[in-house]
């Protein structure tokens, strides 16, 4: 079997394969969608949050709707 970066597999002394571990840092983004959907891990509430956030363009459209609803006294 070829070796892939990222990916280590454990076997007994007799070859029979028992278990992999899988880097993170390597296959991270194809994993993680695959360990929340089987509770294997929670998305934490930073990132929930994060994600939920505004975008930069929604952010500049509403400073622009803010300032041009602003009265400006001299």
Same mark, same amino acid.
């Given at each position: 079997? $070829? %070796? =892939?970066?990222? #990916?280590? *597999?454990?076997?007994?002394?007799?070859?029979? !394969?028992? &278990? =992999?571990? #899988? &880097?993170?840092?390597?296959?991270? +983004?194809? !994993? %993680?969608?695959? *360990? @929340? %959907? #089987?509770?294997? =891990? @929670? %998305? +934490?509430? /930073? +990132?929930?949050?994060?994600? $939920?956030? /505004?975008? =930069? @363009? @929604?952010? /500049? +459209?509403? *400073? *622009?709707?803010k300032i041009d609803g602003m009265k400006w006294d001299k």
């Amino acid at each position: 079997m $070829a %070796q =892939v970066p990222g #990916i280590k *597999l454990h076997k007994t002394a007799k070859g029979k !394969l028992t &278990s =992999v571990t #899988i &880097s993170m840092k390597h296959h991270g +983004d194809k !994993l %993680q969608p695959v *360990l @929340e %959907q #089987i509770g294997a =891990v @929670e %998305q +934490d509430e /930073f +990132d929930r949050r994060w994600r $939920a956030g /505004f975008t =930069v @363009e @929604e952010v /500049f +459209d509403g *400073l *622009l709707a803010k300032i041009d609803g602003m009265k400006w006294d001299k």
